[in-house]
């Protein structure tokens, strides 16, 4: 196997959707999370600054972080194809989400789970913004999370 180069490439990370909603917009985006601290509980995101997931995030003051399962893996790929400000990526890739909730951005069905998090700082670098989340509600939905790492995408499974 070749030797990779790319810091980015040596540590796993999950790979998760940003689901975010404000009046009657609303997107969906692939990214990538981590906890900052278990405690509170806070986690950490990046969107670019130009997104309408950016935009969606500053009006609303928060985003549900969706945890991405194994059948969710073309997804992964799909959602950067289109941009939000274009089309909606629940109809465009038919997302089919769990029974929405009246305020709140909308929950892709068969998920590994999903956190709401509400925003508790934010900080520009290099266009993009660094958002500190406060986690405020969640849950498991019982499928195993799809992870990133090298390249490619795997099922985190027990042994």
Not at 60 to 73: D, N, P, R, Y
Request: charged share 25%.
């Amino acid at each position: 196997m070749k030797q990779s180069h790319t810091v980015s490439d040596w540590l796993p990370c999950p790979v998760v959707f940003i689901s975010t909603a404000y009046g009657e917009r609303r997107d969906i985006m692939t990214a990538t999370a981590m906890f900052i601290s278990e405690k509170e509980p806070l986690l950490a995101i990046s969107v670019a600054r130009d997104h309408l997931t950016a935009q969606l995030i500053e009006q609303a003051g928060g985003f549900t972080l969706v945890i991405a399962s194994e059948g969710q893996k073309e997804w992964a790929w799909q959602l950067g194809s289109v941009k939000g400000e274009e089309e909606d990526k629940f109809k465009h890739f038919s997302i089919t989400t769990l029974p929405p909730k009246e305020g709140k951005p909308l929950i892709p069905e068969d998920a590994s789970s999903w956190l709401e998090c509400r925003v508790v700082s934010r900080q520009e670098v290099n266009g993009y913004f660094l958002v500190i989340a406060r986690v405020v509600d969640q849950e498991d939905l019982g499928n195993p999370p799809l992870l990133w790492q090298k390249q490619s995408l795997f099922a985190l499974k027990a042994l």
